[in-house]
Each structure stands twice: as structure tokens, then as C-alpha cells.
């Protein structure tokens, strides 16, 4: 008779499996695809390397793992906004903004998640979820349309450009340098914390204003 795990096994496993996934999520955040190593994530999750294979095959499928979760969250935030109340002209200003200052707010993983280099299995997951970005968009614009609140169009085509525009207009931003570094005084500190925010509030104004004008619609309320 094979061996079953029992009940309290299956769910220590399924603990360390999301123990591991969560650390791997920490190491790619910090360090990016490349040397994200199965080496450092078993270092940081705390085990031996080879165990990282009792739940992974590969240090790819740990990746697409990482990848699928982090990626998922980000749809299903940007889906909760796009599908709320308001006109479907605030509901794509509202989305593009909290789209992207979540992703400033999280410059490490964002830059993974949208740009950088990774083995091509992640590479097939980061198109699959651009799709998945790119269908939230074409949705509200087709509301648009309906509405008379954008002109006719090919919501599609609008869609893929913002999705695209929007990630694009990230990648720099999320590639410099987080804020000043741990031996920088106190006022120099806060003066450069404020300058980021100033900066960052611009970029998110006119990434919305970029937004509406390639749907056609109007200017929405400013963002909060």
C-alpha cells in the first residue's frame, strides 16, 4: 500500500512551500532574476539548498511561482479599480495611478515584474500578464465608448499601447537608486524623501493625463 502524508504533514509542507515562495519574493525583489540563485532563496527561507527541490523542480518553476503571485496580485488590484464605482473615465485615470504608484512604492519587485532580465519561462509569464493588464484596459474603454465618454476607437489597440506606455514610462524610474542611502543626515534625508515624493506625484500626473489622451477621454479629478 503506498504511503499517504498525513493531514498535519501536507500542511507543514504547504507552510515551508509558502515560507520558501515568500522569501524567494524578498531575495528577487532585492537582487533581481539573475542572482536570485536557488542558493540565495534556500539561504534566505532559512533551509539547505537541496530541499528548495522537494517543492520546486527547478529554480524556473520557483520562479514562475514568485512571478505568478506577485504579478496576480498587481491584476487583481488594478481589475478591483477598473471595475468600481465612478465613470469609466476616473475609474482609467484611478487605475493607471494606483497601478503605478504601487509600483513605485515597490521599486525592486515592480522593475522584476515589468523589466528585468529573466530566464524564459518568466519571460512567458510576464507576456501572459501584460494580456491580462492590456483586457482590464480594453474593458473600460469599451465602457467608455459606450458611455459617449471616449471617441470610437479600437479599444484593443488603445489598451495594448497604454499597457505598454505605462510599463515603459516605469522601467527608469524604478531602475534608480531607492532614496538616500543609511549615513545620509537627518535634513538631507527628509529634503530628498520630499524631492522623491514631488517627483513621484508629477510622474503619476502625468502618466493619468498621458492615459486620457490616448483614450480620447476627458480630463478626470486629480488624483489624491
Request: with cysteine.
Amino acid at each position: 500500500m503506498a504511503y499517504r502524508k498525513t493531514p498535519a504533514e501536507l500542511r507543514r509542507l504547504e507552510a515551508a512551500r509558502e515560507h520558501l515562495v515568500a522569501r524567494a519574493t524578498e531575495v528577487v525583489a532585492e537582487v533581481g532574476w539573475a542572482q536570485a540563485s536557488v542558493t540565495a532563496v534556500a539561504d534566505a527561507a532559512g533551509i539547505a539548498a537541496g530541499s528548495v527541490y522537494q517543492h520546486f523542480p527547478s529554480k524556473a518553476a520557483l520562479g514562475v511561482e514568485v512571478f505568478r503571485r506577485a504579478a496576480g496580485r498587481e491584476v487583481e488590484v488594478l481589475g478591483e479599480v477598473l471595475r468600481g464605482s465612478g465613470s469609466p473615465v476616473d475609474r482609467l485615470a484611478a487605475g493607471v495611478g494606483v497601478f503605478a504608484r504601487r509600483a513605485l512604492e515597490n521599486r525592486g519587485l515592480a522593475y522584476a515584474l515589468l523589466a528585468a532580465p529573466a530566464e524564459p519561462a518568466v519571460g512567458a509569464e510576464r507576456l501572459e500578464y501584460r494580456r491580462r493588464y492590456r483586457a482590464l484596459f480594453a474593458e473600460v474603454i469599451a465602457e467608455g465608448m459606450r458611455e459617449g465618454l471616449m471617441p470610437p476607437q479600437d479599444g484593443e489597440v488603445t489598451a495594448a499601447a497604454l499597457t505598454g506606455a505605462v510599463g515603459e514610462v516605469l522601467v527608469d524610474p524604478l531602475a534608480a537608486p531607492d532614496g538616500p542611502g543609511p549615513h545620509t543626515g537627518t535634513g538631507t534625508r527628509t529634503r530628498t524623501r520630499t524631492r522623491t515624493r514631488t517627483r513621484t506625484d508629477d510622474l503619476l500626473a502625468e502618466l493619468v493625463a498621458m492615459a486620457l489622451r490616448c483614450s480620447g477621454a476627458p480630463s478626470a479629478a486629480p488624483l489624491t
